[in-house]
Nanobody
Framework: QVQLVESGGGLVQAGDSLRLSCAAS???????MGWFRQGPGQEREFVGAINWGNSRRYAADSVKDRFTISRDNAKNMVYLQMNNLKPEDTAAYYCAARVGSGLANGYSDYDYWGPGTQVTVSS
């Protein structure tokens, strides 16, 4: 099985940038990877996804102008670059892996999850 661990979260001010990292282990890193987030009292929300070959990627409409997802398969790492952070970006951010082919944005489409890392953006 795949194990995922996120890092890089923290407390920042509006307009700052953060890069979240996801370290994967347990098997070959060849499947679709995604990022989700969940604020207090909210459902888990799709943020972005990238396929194993780095040929396709996309982000949710709410963040696509500010966030970028990338991966380094040689290091089994996935990244979420977050620029111009806003208070509404405050949430626990989760890395996820999808065994099935193709990009997906649904919670149930992903098979493995990390424990999450907290991002808090103040005004």
């Amino acid at each position: 099985q795949v194990q995922l661990v996120e890092s890089g979260g923290g407390l920042v001010q509006a307009g700052d940038s953060l890069r979240l990292s996801c370290a994967a282990s347990g098997r070959t890193f060849t499947y679709t990877m995604g990022w989700f987030r969940q604020g207090p009292g909210q459902e888990r929300e799709f943020v972005g996804a990238i396929n194993w070959g780095n040929s396709r990627r996309y982000a949710a409409d709410s963040v696509k102008d500010r966030f970028t997802i990338s991966r380094d398969n040689a290091k089994n790492m996935v990244y979420l670059q977050m620029n111009n952070l806003k208070p509404e970006d405050t949430a626990a951010y989760y890395c996820a892996a999808r065994v099935g082919s193709g990009l997906a944005n649904g919670y149930s489409d992903y098979d493995y999850w990390g424990p999450g890392t907290q991002v808090t953006v103040s005004s």
